[in-house]
């Protein structure tokens, strides 16, 4: 087993006049991951002839000014996918706690749905042709999520099942406490580190490799099509090791499935993962007849 790292969740906190300003690493992952996707877009724009008809779909001007609009959409989208999702009573009868971010909270498919609509939004009003927008946007996610998710295990959040493999991680607090019948303190998966891996890592060079190698950027929707149906396999394969959410767990129901026929049953995460490889096979499928 593995001592949880010492490491604060805050890089450095400032006291002014009887209040306290940190920034956290969680905040900090929002920003460079950010940065790292406005980086990315720009040097697939630079390159005109990965794109069909040598045309990127975005300017640099327009894509700074996405940017704007997909900070928007990962913020909104991503608090109210965690409030209805994952804990919808408890924000029904506390409705003003819905603002407060700065307490935790953001569900990963809420925040996509947020920047679908924002970037559907920001592509009607300039012009930029649905497809190839959402491949230059799905091209420069992955990393983000990497950053996102080493910040959860930073911030010993998220945590995993209790495991027995050498790997596994003690962590702080209620994590090394709960572990069933195992008497004193108990490891749990790293399912943080799981997700950053296939979800951040492993997809970012994946998608890397098919637009800047394959050419899959001139097969409109292909890029968006892989990414959907990457993330959401590895996140259904986490979601085997990571512990279920409280608020599904029961007597009856010790996985903490969100639905469950005879036994067998999906997570949350499983469940609204399906539609993304759905959607991502007809994208990938439509991208490959064209």
Known sequence: MIQFPNISPELFSVSLGGFEFALRWYALSYIVGILLSWRIMVAASVRPHLWPDQTPPMSHRQI?????????????????????????????????????????????????AGVILAAYVYFKTQNVPIGRGADMVALSVPLGLMLGRLANFINAELWGRPTDMPWGVIFPGQAAQTCGDVIGLCARHPSQLYQATLEGL???????????????????????????????IARSFVELFRQPDAQFQSVDNPIGYAVQFSGIGLTMGQLLSIPMIVLGLALVIRAKNK
Request: aromatic share 18%; proline share 2%.
């Open 64 to 112: 700074e000014d996405f940017i704007t609009y997909a900070v928007i959409g990962i913020i909104v989208g991503g608090r109210l996918g965690f409030v209805l999702f994952y804990q919808p009573g408890y924000y029904a009868d506390n409705p003003m706690d819905i603002i407060k971010v700065w307490q935790g909270g953001m569900a990963f498919h809420g925040g996509l």
């Open 202 to 232: 492993v997809l970012a060079l994946l998608l890397a490799f098919l637009a800047f190698r394959r050419q899959a950027l001139k097969k409109t929707g292909l890029i968006t099509g892989v990414f959907f149906i990457g993330y959401g």
